[in-house]
């Protein structure tokens, strides 16, 4: 039986076979040995060593169709966003992206257009983002209540691999990438501004929320520099650093001065947070020290190294003191956090946390 024009707009309306017919040609990417069609995907592995990375996003946990101040998620933003946290957790390991498979769980009335978008998103952000090795290699598709996508990437690792557990005190902590303007973002989606409204310094960090763009190049590059340690800035700032410190034994040591100094270069490069902050009446360091999302790299170096262009030094790394738990290993201008110096102490975000 023909499909009608209202069963084209629904995955109900053209079946498993129809949408997989519909979106395998948007999963563009590298070469790779066997591609999607059968039970498995067949990638090369150089060198024999890869490393391997999973993450999902789920409706109204990780995103919003429809957000309070107006803005409408698109299937591309969903994409975009589920490509580049997972490139962000490959890049973190001094890695190469080299293959992805994806599972989307769709309700029946969920427009084509939109799981198109998803396609096109998760395409356009490994090819823009600089991933050129990375083959999309296929998925599955199932149906659910509530729309989630769930990515799995694997990556060679060119030169020496970087682990949190590295950090040794007496190095230098830097940031390569963006701090605050997803976070930023987040309190505009959720705020009463009206989208359509928003001048281009609020529309610029919303955009930063929905498609982020995690400097890839930067982790091979910290490798190749000799950094002791590294890992992606998902969770904020704050609540990063204190698992590096944790994985290291060590304390980290911030340095608000340097955490400023960041948002002004920020500015320069078109992202103003100040001007989003004196809307909301927040803090834009609670932001840099509290958000994550942006994907940002966190590494540290010996002292003695000169930084890989693009890193930022914000802080050191400190001895253990004993007795010391897991949660107290992060200092910012010698006092233990949270210190009081910055408005609401923000710690990060976690999954199971209000």
Known sequence: ?????????TVAGIGEAGVLKRILPRLRGADMLLGPGDDAAIIS???GRFVVTIDTLVQDQDFRLNWRNGYQSTGYDVGWKSAAQNLSDINAMGAVATAAVISLTLPPETPVSWVEGIADGFSDAVRE??????????????????????AALTG?????????????????????????AAAAGLDLLESEHDYAALGPSCSTVVERQCRPRPPLDAGPRAAAAG????????????RDAGRLAEASGVLIELESMALRAHLVLMGHKGLDLGAV?????????????????????????????ALPQGFVPVGQVGREKTGEGPRQRIFLDGQRYPSGIVKGSPEGFDHFSE
């Open 227 to 238: 950094a002791t340690a590294a890992m992606d800035l998902s969770d904020g700032l704050v």
């Open 129 to 150: 983002l600089g991933a050129d090795h990375c083959a999309l290699a296929g998925g599955d598709l199932s149906s659910g209540g509530e729309l989630s996508i769930t």
């Open 156 to 180: 060679m690792i060119p030169g020496s691999e970087l682990l949190r557990s590295g950090a040794r005190p007496g190095d230098i902590v830097a940031v390569c990438g963006v701090m605050g």
């Open 277 to 305: 902050a004196e809307l909301l009446e927040r803090e834009p360091l609670g932001w840099v020290l509290g958000g994550g999302e942006d994907h940002g790299l966190l590494a540290t170096f010996p002292r003695e190294t």
């Open 1 to 9: 039986m023909a499909e009608t024009p209202d069963q084209e707009r």
């Open 45 to 47: 592995a150089p060198g």
